[in-house]
């Protein structure tokens, strides 16, 4: 059974994805506040945060940050504001999923289904090393180390590394990177990607102007240049 902590102060929408999620037996906590919502997370091992961002004592935001600090469960988060460019400041602070409102507890719902069966459709157990070691993606344990110091990362910063990884040397369009990390019902935008691709780049390239792993292929999309 996998654990989901849902921080949203607005009662009935919390009563109504709960209902929902609960039928598809997931075990669903509610939090109300922002600080009760980030203690309740410290005290029990959740897979999933559905985190509203107007919250009555600290935003959303905040929440996301503080999160991202101790740990990668994903976070899907709920919101008012659609425009492109509240969607991309999502995904930098370390957003896996961003929902605009009003939406259909029964597309969340789906998104939720989704996500869970990718995490159990790419089970692996193989290590990834590359440069001598320099680089390594362990998916069994989702941990990646940079000259032998793990460093963190987002659930979807992590699959699309390991994506990209896997695949060495074969060009991925944004298109696919989005179908097979995110799913095909992912109604974001391509920059998405980039967004994410950027944040990896600051974690694993030691010139980020000068990419030696992630390198960009004009109009084409990404590929992995590490050396195994």
């Known amino acids: 059974m996998f654990n989901i902590l849902m921080i949203e102060d607005d009662e009935r929408v919390s009563e109504v ?19 009760s919502g980030i203690e309740l997370f410290k005290g029990n091992d959740f897979q999933l945060i559905i985190l509203d961002l107007m ?19 994903h976070i899907f988060m709920l919101t008012a504001k659609g425009a492109l460019e509240d969607r991309i400041e999502g995904f930098q602070i370390g957003a896996d999923e961003y929902l605009v409102k009003p939406f259909s507890p029964r597309e969340l719902t789906a998104r939720v289904n989704a996500l869970f069966r990718r995490i159990s459709a790419n089970h692996t157990s193989s290590d990834l090393s590359f440069d ?10 989702r941990i990646v180390k940079v000259n032998g110091q793990e460093v963190p990362f987002t659930p979807n910063e992590f699959n699309i590394l390991y994506e990209l990884a896997v ?9 696919w990177l989005i179908d097979k990390v995110f799913g095909m019902d992912f109604d974001g935008y391509d920059r998405t990607i980039d967004v994410h691709i950027k944040n990896i780049r600051k974690k694993i390239e030691k010139d980020t102007k000068n990419p030696k792993y992630i390198i960009t292929v004009t109009k084409a999309g990404y590929k992995f240049g590490g050396e195994n």
């Open 132 to 141: 001598q070691g320099n680089l390594v993606i362990n998916y069994d344990q």
């Open 55 to 73: 919250l009555p004592d600290i935003s959303g935001e905040e929440v996301c940050k503080r999160i991202r600090e101790i740990s990668d469960v």
């Open 17 to 35: 994805l709960k209902l929902y999620l609960e039928k598809e037996g997931y075990k669903v906590y509610c939090a109300n506040k922002g600080l």
């Open 167 to 175: 695949n060495k040397g074969k060009v991925l369009s944004r298109e």
